[in-house]
Nanobody, 121 residues
Framework: QVQLVESGGGLVQAGGSLRLSCAAS????????MGWFRQAPGKGREFVAA????????YYADSVKGRFIISRDNAKNTVFLQMNRLKPEDTAVYYC??????????????WGQGTQVTVSS
């Protein structure tokens, strides 16, 4: 079972950028799809982006397409979420996830603890 730890969240002004990282333990990282989800206050957890085990396939929610980029470094057991042109509505706790599918990720086997992203207007 892979274990996930996110980092990189914080407070940023609208239009700014943040890069989230998710470090994974375990020897199976390069064989699992990885994704990012988010949960805003008072709302359910929603899919943001996912990447295939090889890194060749990616998929994004419409709300972040063209602004966010997901990537991974299998040699370092890490997945990233580069978030550009941030909007106040991107404010949420962001969760890293390991799963089986990417378009979108509907089956999750492991979750990180979450990292807060706050975008001020």
């Amino acid at each position: 079972q892979v274990q996930l730890v996110e980092s990189g969240g914080g407070l940023v002004q609208a239009g700014g950028s943040l890069r989230l990282s998710c470090a994974a333990s375990g020897r199976t990282f390069s064989r699992v799809a990885m994704g990012w989800f988010r949960q805003a206050p008072g709302k359910g957890r929603e899919f943001v982006a996912a990447i295939s085990d090889s890194g060749l396939g990616t998929y994004y929610a419409d709300s972040v397409k063209g602004r966010f980029i997901i990537s991974r470094d299998n040699a370092k057991n890490t997945v990233f979420l580069q978030m550009n042109r941030l909007k106040p509505e991107d404010t949420a706790v962001y969760y890293c996830a390991a799963g089986n599918t990417i378009a979108p990720m509907t089956s999750v086997n492991a979750w990180g603890q979450g990292t807060q992203v706050t975008v001020s207007s």
